[in-house]
């Protein structure tokens, strides 16, 4: 069996991401390749992580998607927000189900003993589809007829057993709102669907993400039990060993280049599932590096990928400033690349600030900058 190294494995993934060459296709097309974006955060996330990989991208493009109930952004993969289209929302949810079920036995089961959930549930769904309400005001309304329970764990349940989507203009690109929720047969006037395809998650995942594994599609989707999807699959894909023995599944037409095809330096976006969605992130995150890039309360820096792998993080100030930290010192082409990508982000900025009335102009705070912080 042929066996895959790192620096194979990355390229593949990268080749898959749009992080070898940008590509041209519409972002929808792209927001369902990837299985969506992850949102957790407001609202940089998704437009960084579309400009990274898109030619021609501007923060109206997605806004109005939004706006347009196209995209939606929706608690899926390890039960954290990302944006995804309106029909893999539909899709996607039921399949994550168990994984929100999971977390709310984890964190809020002691709390929510012997309530009746199904009541709950049509109630919340009542409220919600009246007009959408954030968390604080649902767990008050819930907790009118139950005193004794915590606003919060009732939220939460809600949550949990309904297909909550938050509303514009939470996500906008400079006119982020509250997170206000109504469920997603409301907002996208249509039903979840009733029986999805686990198959089909499996096939989505390794058009985006692989080569990979049982572990990986776990890690990726939070979800357990795929492992006999992957092997009522087997016939139909190809199987491949890493470095360290483990068994790994692909699409047979799905792009593998070659380990030493040129990767250019690009500015991932903050909490981008690049680097979330392998059980071994090593094949772009070295081991060394994670702990500089991901910390203990969940946080998920952008990151600088130079030659395909993680090389340093980066941020956007407000809409002047880029702020690179380079992990170790860079060769002049690489720091030149850099701050290329990094003025692309600022015209970016500038651009959907000026279009929402938000741009700080020179006048007001001098020039857009790109600054390389020491390294460490």
């Known amino acids: 069996m042929t066996v895959l190294g790192t620096r194979a494995l990355g390229r593949a993934l990268l080749a898959r991401q749009h992080l070898l060459a940008r590509t041209a296709a519409e972002p929808l097309e792209v927001i369902h390749h990837l299985g969506g974006l992850q949102a957790q955060a407001v609202p940089q996330p998704p437009y960084l992580g579309l400009l990274s990989r898109l030619d021609g991208f501007s923060a109206a493009d997605l806004s109005a998607l939004i706006e347009q109930r196209a995209v939606v952004r929706i608690a899926l993969q390890r039960g954290t927000i990302h944006l995804v289209t309106a029909e893999d929302c539909r899709t996607l949810r039921p399949l994550l189900q168990p994984v929100l079920d999971q977390g709310l036995r984890t964190t809020f089961g002691k709390r929510l003993a012997g309530l009746d959930l199904d009541a709950l549930a049509a109630e919340a769904r009542d409220l919600v589809e009246a007009r959408p309400r954030t968390f604080q005001q649902l767990g008050a309304l819930l907790a009118e007829s139950r005193p004794d329970r915590d606003p919060a764990a009732l939220a939460q ?101 070659d380990p030493d095809a040129p990767a250019p330096v690009r500015l991932v976006a903050p909490f981008d599932n690049l680097l979330l969605s392998h059980a071994d992130r090593s094949r772009v995150l070295p081991e060394e590096y994670r702990g500089r890039v991901m910390s203990q309360n969940g946080l998920v820096l952008g990151t600088l990928l130079v030659d395909g792998t993680v090389a340093g993080t980066w941020r956007l100030t407000g809409e002047r400033e880029v702020v690179l930290r380079p992990f170790v010192r860079l060769a002049r082409a690489d720091r030149e690349a850099a701050e290329a990508e990094a003025r692309r982000v600022l015209a970016f900025a500038a651009e959907s600030g000026a279009a929402n009335g938000t741009a700080v102009g020179a006048a007001e705070g001098g020039d857009a900058v790109v600054r390389f912080e020491a390294v460490e």
């Open 157 to 257: 349940a809600a949550r949990c057993l309904l297909p909550l989507v938050q509303v514009p203009p939470r996500g906008l690109w400079g006119r982020s709102g509250p997170a206000a929720h109504t469920t997603a047969e409301a907002w996208l006037g249509r039903p979840m669907d009733p029986a999805p395809s686990p198959d089909d998650l499996v096939l989505r995942y390794l058009a985006a993400f692989g080569p990979a594994g049982a572990a990986d599609l776990r890690k990726w989707s939070g979800l357990a039990g795929l492992a006999p999807a992957l092997r009522r699959l087997a016939p139909g894909l190809l199987t491949f060993r890493d470095e360290q023995g483990r068994l790994l599944y692909d699409l047979p037409d799905a792009p593998r280049p």
